[in-house]
């Protein structure tokens, strides 16, 4: 749990100072130097991490996922836009949600 936590920290720096695609990259590369987590930890370790966002949270938790993505997506009601991100293997959301929000950007 330290090595997702220390990720995540991670996550919420590296998205202040590099763009999107980069910061993934970072936590990615970032990430293959600790212990790789198994797909079905997601939804357990999500909730733990506190602070930071979805986005940071799921960067966190796909640096240590092999061949993880991170799905950005978006929905709008009433007018009001909402975003949310989540981590993906093989094109289907690792935490066991629905997903509702179509997908506006994929990092892979």
């Known amino acids: 749990m330290i ?12 998205l202040q100072v590099l ?9 990615r590369d970032v990430g293959a130097f600790f212990p ?8 357990e ?3 733990r991490l506190r602070g930071g966002t979805c986005l940071t949270r799921s960067l ?7 061949g993880a993505a991170v799905a950005i997506g978006g929905t709008k009601t009433n007018g009001v ?9 093989e094109g289907r959301p690792l935490s066991g ?11 892979s």
């Open 19 to 27: 763009p999107l695609r980069a910061a993934f990259r970072f936590m």
């Open 60 to 66: 966190a938790l796909a640096g240590r996922i092999p």
């Open 97 to 107: 949600q629905t997903v509702s929000s179509a997908v506006l950007v994929r990092l």
């Open 45 to 47: 370790l999500a909730p």
């Open 36 to 43: 790789e987590l198994e797909p079905r930890d997601v939804s």
């Open 81 to 89: 836009f909402t975003a949310h991100a989540w981590v993906e293997l």
């Open 3 to 14: 090595a997702t936590h220390v990720l995540h920290g991670l996550a919420r720096v590296s």
